[in-house]
T-cell receptor, first 113, second 112 residues
């Protein structure tokens, strides 16, 4: 059974800092990996999809990396802003027909002024 | 472009009452559809998924059921709600084949 873990569980940084969020998964037989953000009381916003054949994917100040063989992904946020404060979730997409997601435990990020 | 709608946004129901949450997707055809629950302080749990009309798969035994009466409509139901059914319910869609999932805004369900 796939298990996904995110470290740290919570993180507080001053505005302007670069930061890295970590995600690890136990079964490397994944289709792809998806990063989301969730604001309090809201749904999930998709940030990046990184395909299993890729090593990196970038969108603006966000960069996600994937090392499928070691079961790890990182989300790098450059020049953090208070608007980045949210919970960040990684999820692996399974290889079955339904492409089911297995979610990590999340990292709650607070960017302070 | 594709959009996903969930309603209602908030619902307060007494124990033992029925439930119907609706989710619709626009701008795509034959999507995979998913229902998740996020309990307070806990992670996201997949409840049901559907790869086609009338095809429903359940991930966990529970007091809830799902139906897909039309291609882009997914309904979550219960005949009698329990206190443990409280939570934040999210609907999502994807094209399958490893494509990304896209989520609705969720329904916050409180059981009294």
């Amino acid at each position: 059974k796939q298990e996904v873990t995110q470290i740290p569980a919570a993180l507080s940084v001053p505005e302007g800092e670069n930061l890295v969020l970590n995600c690890s998964f136990t079964d490397s037989a994944i289709y792809n990996l998806q990063w989301f953000r969730q604001d309090p009381g809201k749904g999930l916003t998709s940030l990046l999809l990184i395909q299993s054949s890729q090593r990196e994917q970038t969108s603006g100040r966000l960069n996600a990396s994937l090392d499928k063989s070691s079961g790890r992904s990182t989300l790098y946020i450059a020049a953090s802003q208070p608007g980045d404060s949210a919970t960040y979730l990684c999820a692996v997409i399974g290889t079955g027909t339904a492409s089911k997601l297995t979610f990590g435990t999340g990292t709650r990020l607070q960017v302070t002024l | 472009s594709q959009t996903i709608h969930q309603w209602p946004a908030t619902l307060v129901q007494p124990v033992g009452s029925p439930l119907s949450l609706e989710c619709t997707v626009e701008g795509t055809s034959n999507p995979n559809l998913y229902w998740y629950r996020q309990a307070a302080g806990r992670g996201l749990q997949l409840l049901f998924y559907s790869v086609g009309i009338g095809q429903i798969s359940s991930e966990v035994p529970q007091n809830l059921s799902a139906s897909r009466p039309q291609d882009r409509q997914f309904i979550l139901s219960s005949k009698k709600l329990l206190l443990s059914d409280s939570g934040f319910y999210l609907c999502a869609w994807s094209k399958g084949g490893g494509q990304p999932q896209h989520f609705g805004d969720g329904t916050r369900l409180s059981i009294l």
